[in-house]
Nanobody, 116 residues
Framework: QVQLVESGGGLVQAGGFLRLSCAVSGRTFSMYPIGWFRQAPGKEREFVADINWSGGSRNYADSVKGRFTISRDNAENTVYLQMNSLKPEDTAVYYC?????????WGQGTQVTVSS
């Protein structure tokens, strides 16, 4: 059974930073790219970043390029999202999933709130 559990969210002031973690159980971890997605209140869920199994290919949404960095630790089955220079518009619930997303793998997410 595959499970992805997000953690690391919180409340931070604009310009601050957070690091999110996505712990993945099951063999899916090494088979597919893992992505971070976010959903702000009243908006649809959107892609943030993803990383392939080797870490050699990373993609970012234009809105986070240069501020966010995705990485993975295959030994720990964990994917990270380092978020720097946070802006109020980054406020959202952040989720991890395979990319393309598997509807069965959505978890509870972790709340990120950036105050101005």
């Amino acid at each position: 059974q595959v499970q992805l559990v997000e953690s690391g969210g919180g409340l931070v002031q604009a310009g601050g930073f957070l690091r999110l973690s996505c712990a993945v159980s099951g063999r899916t971890f090494s088979m597919y790219p893992i992505g971070w997605f976010r959903q702000a209140p009243g908006k649809e869920r959107e892609f943030v970043a993803d990383i392939n199994w080797s870490g050699g290919s990373r993609n970012y949404a234009d809105s986070v390029k240069g501020r966010f960095t995705i990485s993975r630790d295959n030994a720990e089955n964990t994917v990270y999202l380092q978020m720097n220079s946070l802006k109020p518009e980054d406020t959202a619930v952040y989720y991890c999933n395979t990319n393309p997303p598997n509807p069965w793998y959505w978890g509870q997410g972790t709340q990120v709130t950036v105050s101005s």
